[in-house]
């Protein structure tokens, strides 16, 4: 299921990738969220290849929301319109699930693709991956598996239909990070998530045009403080709070890397003000201290320090 907003440009490489499948999906659904571009004609060239779906602009969350429900499957695999899947994503997938029937979703390992650069790399190491998984396709702990590598990324999922129907739907309204609200939802009710560690998909990390450009990175750990908060009591009661931590902590030490080395000391601060109590008091201090610096010398230290800053070894 593909949701698409003026992406006439890219809608036509995502859906060639879904019918290159060596295991076909059963339709193909195209949620056209109001685009004003080509997308709606681009689309229908593919004729009965596609189930063609529009809406007024509503955002990714309520056209992913319009797919979910139109579907006729068992099972919803994602697909965002800049990325493709490689031929064997759904076969491999699929084949976990015939291994383990009581699976609610599962994954795989895809490439990460930065705009403009032409070699993808392995969101998550497969050499790791593997020695994580051993034998088995399965992390026993979706959190868990998050604070290795793995990622939250929709086109990476397939997930069992029924499983909307118990934890909800993708939550409208949120302008970032609504897949990862969703994940930890389902998360929460069913930690264990199968994996297949060879990529086989493609995500566009950070295309100009793509929603998340859009908002600042202020604005976005506002969002995913929102998101932290609703899912902290869950985490807390079913024991995987060290893990929803851990995966916040390495969200926000990135974001702070980015704004510290742009010499974004007021940005930097908030950000210390919004999440002080997940990244550690330690930490923080460390940070506040460096943001006295003359911004070239705190640069300068930053780069030489910085994991020891972060309390990693090197």
């Not at 999906?25 to 195209?30: G, K, L, R, S, Y």
């Not at 302008?175 to 566009?204: K, M, S, T, W």
């Not at 750990?221 to 932290?228: A, G």
Request: aromatic letters at 10%; proline letters at 5%; charged letters at 25%.
């Amino acid at each position: 299921m593909i949701p698409a907003f003026n992406v006439e440009d890219c809608i036509g490489e995502a859906i060639d990738s879904i019918l290159a499948q060596r295991h076909l999906p059963d339709e193909v659904i195209v949620v056209d969220d109001g685009s004003t571009d080509g997308t709606a004609s681009r689309v229908r060239r593919y004729g009965s290849a596609v189930r063609y779906l529009f809406q007024d602009n509503a955002g990714p969350s309520a056209a992913r929301n319009n797919g979910i429900t139109a579907a006729r499957g068992e099972w919803i695999a994602f697909l965002d319109s800049d990325d493709i899947w490689l031929p064997d994503k759904l076969a491999a997938e699929l084949e976990v699930i015939r291994r383990d029937p009581g699976l609610m979703w599962v994954c795989s390992n895809h490439f990460l693709k930065f705009f403009g650069q032409e070699t993808p790399y392995p969101r998550f190491d497969p050499a790791l991956a593997e020695n994580y998984l051993g034998v088995q396709h399965v992390f026993d702990s979706f959190l868990q598996a998050m604070t290795r590598g793995l990622g939250w990324d929709p086109t990476a999922f397939m997930v069992r239909k029924a499983t909307f129907h118990e934890v909800g739907l993708f939550r409208e309204g949120l302008n970032y990070a609504e897949d990862l609200d969703l994940f930890l939802r389902i998360a929460h009710r069913y930690p264990r998530v199968g994996f297949v560690p060879v990529p086989l998909a493609v995500h566009q990390v950070d295309r100009p045009d793509g929603l998340c450009q859009r908002q600042s990175i202020p604005e976005k750990m506002r969002v995913l403080r929102e998101i932290y908060d609703d899912h902290e009591p869950a985490a807390t009661g079913n024991g995987t709070i060290g893990y929803l931590v851990a995966t916040f902590r390495q969200i926000v030490h990135d974001n702070v890397r980015i704004l510290l080395l742009a010499a974004q000391s007021r940005e930097v601060g908030r950000l210390l003000d919004l999440f002080g109590d997940v990244l550690g008091h330690a930490y923080v201090g460390k940070i506040r201290v460096l943001l006295m610096l003359p911004p070239a010398i705190r640069t300068k230290i930053y780069r030489k320090a910085e994991w020891r800053i972060r309390g990693l070894a090197r």
